[in-house]
Nanobody
Framework: QVRLVESGGGLVQAGGSLRLSCAAS????????MGWFRQVPGRERDFVAS????????RLADSVKGRFTISRDNAKNALYLQMNDLKPEDTAVYYC??????????????????WGQGTQVTVSS
């Protein structure tokens, strides 16, 4: 059974940093592209970042480029999201997701088949 568990969220002032972690189990982690999404209540879940299985290719939403970095440690079955220079508009629940096998853009919800329970990030102004 695939399980994804996020941690590292919290309350931070604008301009601060947080590092989110996602612990994966029940899968051969190194085989799959992984991603981060975020969601504000009443709105759709939005793409934040993705990283290919070997860690060579990343994609970032325009809104987080230059501030967020996605990384992974395949030996530890872990995915990370380093978030710097946080802004109030970054406030959301952040979700880790496992990409589907095969070729996908990995920009869309349907490109992922397993999700974590989410971790809340709140940025105060």
């Amino acid at each position: 059974q695939v399980r994804l568990v996020e941690s590292g969220g919290g309350l931070v002032q604008a301009g601060g940093s947080l590092r989110l972690s996602c612990a994966a189990s029940g899968l051969t982690f190194s085989y799959y592209t992984m991603g981060w999404f975020r969601q504000v209540p009443g709105r759709e879940r939005d793409f934040v970042a993705s990283l290919t299985s070997g860690g060579r290719s990343t994609r970032l939403a325009d809104s987080v480029k230059g501030r967020f970095t996605i990384s992974r440690d395949n030996a530890k079955n872990a995915l990370y999201l380093q978030m710097n220079d946080l802004k109030p508009e970054d406030t959301a629940v952040y979700y880790c997701a496992k990409g589907r096998a095969g070729w996908h853009s990995f920009l869309n919800l349907n490109d992922y088949d397993y999700w974590g329970q989410g971790t809340q990030v709140t940025v105060s102004s």
